[in-house]
């Protein structure tokens, strides 16, 4: 969805484009009107339960125990920033950009009223 005074989607829920050929199926739910404290979850459903990931990736919660770790994405991802730099070389991962390509080629443009906060 477009909120009417942006140009940028604001949501989107992306399906088909993440099915597996030998028949698991995925399901993403984006929505970047969000307000107060930011949430990156995500969540697995298997046939063994729910796994979730939250507070980006620092806390595991399985079925049957939640495991809780130290939050290092971004020192880590500022430390491998710094290495490359030093090694004058890059690091790149086109998919997930192809990943928003096929969205917005393959999905429908709805307007919706402006959001406020």
């Known amino acids: 969805m477009f909120l009417a005074h942006f140009q940028t989607p604001s949501s989107a829920k992306i399906t ?3 099915d ?3 028949g698991g199926r995925s399901h993403v739910d984006l929505d970047f ?3 107060g404290p930011q ?3 995500i969540e697995v459903e298997t046939d063994g339960g729910t796994l979730t990931l939250a507070g980006g990736g620092a806390v595991l919660t399985l079925p049957d125990t939640t495991c809780r770790e130290q939050d290092r994405e ?3 991802l500022y430390a491998h920033f710094a290495g490359l730099i030093r090694q004058r070389a890059g690091d790149v991962d086109v998919g997930p950009l192809r990943l928003v390509a096929d969205a917005f080629l393959r999905g429908t443009v709805r307007t919706v009223e402006p959001f406020i906060d």
Do not use: C, F, S
């Open 20 to 22: 597996h050929p030998e």
């Open 74 to 76: 971004y020192p880590r």
């Open 33 to 35: 009107r969000q307000a």
């Open 16 to 18: 088909k484009i993440l």
């Open 39 to 41: 949430t990156w979850d």
